[in-house]
């Protein structure tokens, strides 16, 4: 595994995109009801070149410059040199941006093929993936990991686990993890995803398309939740909302974990 890391310069705020105050005042809602930002914290954003961390990119600069809260922020990107999803363009980007910026490489792909059990590849991938980041902020010293799932994302999450698992589950807004040395916050927990999608869009962020093929070659659990989701929306406009808030203590849970 090569870890190159580049600690660059500040460039000026004009090359960051400004975020609408539309997605801003969801952030800040989020930041503020679950404690997401602390004084001094040292935030590691899994940057995958997705739209939605893309997103979370600029809005967490915008939240450095104008949040009374004081935080560092850097990025980290997992390639997992698949072949077909390449996301090195970002290192030039980032490095026009000036924030801190770690690309990890490691052969996810190879090594599903020898150590994967009976999980699919997409878990073995998310899971090393994850594994990664948390190594990264660890040697690099950030004590925050930022993830950037949306309130879609819970949504269909919350399904899967009702359809398929048979419990009452979501992804959380703000916890530590097990091993007790990281907080894992998701800012984006009140953003829905046409929101980071049309952000992405008018900012002309560079978004590098995911197209790994073992995640498309069918389609998966959490696509026909997204279109059940879909079709549900347009007979009742309050879907999400409704959702959020049968969601809430779901995504509250671990937060009083959070405090040392």
């Known amino acids: 595994m090569s870890n190159t890391a580049e600690r660059l310069f ?6 960051f995109a400004t975020p609408p105050k539309s997605l801003v005042r969801a952030v800040g809602k989020a930041i503020g ?22 997103s979370l990119l600029h809005i ?10 004081r935080f560092e922020f850097a990025a980290v990107t997992i390639d997992p040199q698949s072949g077909a999803f390449d996301p090195s363009p970002l290192i030039p980007y980032m490095e026009k941006l000036g924030v801190p910026y770690f690309y990890v490489r490691e052969p996810i792909m190879r090594l599903a093929e020898t150590h994967m059990d009976n999980n699919s590849y997409c878990a073995f991938c998310s899971r090393m993936k994850r ?8 040697e690099q010293g950030y004590n925050v990991l930022a993830l950037a799932q949306h309130l879609d994302d819970l949504a269909e999450s919350f399904l899967m686990s009702a359809f398929h698992g048979g419990q009452l589950k979501t ?10 040395d990281l907080r894992v916050i998701r800012p ?8 980071t999608a049309d ?16 995640c498309f070659d069918m389609p998966t659990q959490r696509e026909q939740m997204k279109q059940l989701l879909r079709a549900q929306e347009l ?6 909302k409704s959702l959020a808030t049968a969601m809430r203590p779901l995504i509250r849970d671990g937060l009083d974990d959070t405090f040392e």
């Open 171 to 180: 992804m959380k807004a703000h916890y530590r993890i097990d091993a007790g």
């Open 33 to 54: 009801d679950y404690q997401l930002i602390r004084e001094g914290d040292r935030i590691l954003l899994g940057l995958s070149g997705g739209k939605d961390s893309l």
């Open 131 to 138: 594994g990664l980041m948390y190594k990264t902020a660890r």
């Open 199 to 214: 952000f992405a869009k008018a900012a002309g962020l560079p978004v590098i398309m995911e197209n790994c093929p073992a």
């Open 235 to 240: 007979g009742n406009a309050n879907l999400f």
């Open 60 to 69: 967490l600069r915008h939240f450095q410059r104008h949040a009374p809260i």
């Open 10 to 15: 500040e460039l000026p705020v004009e090359t």
């Open 188 to 195: 984006l927990v009140q953003v829905r995803e046409r929101q």
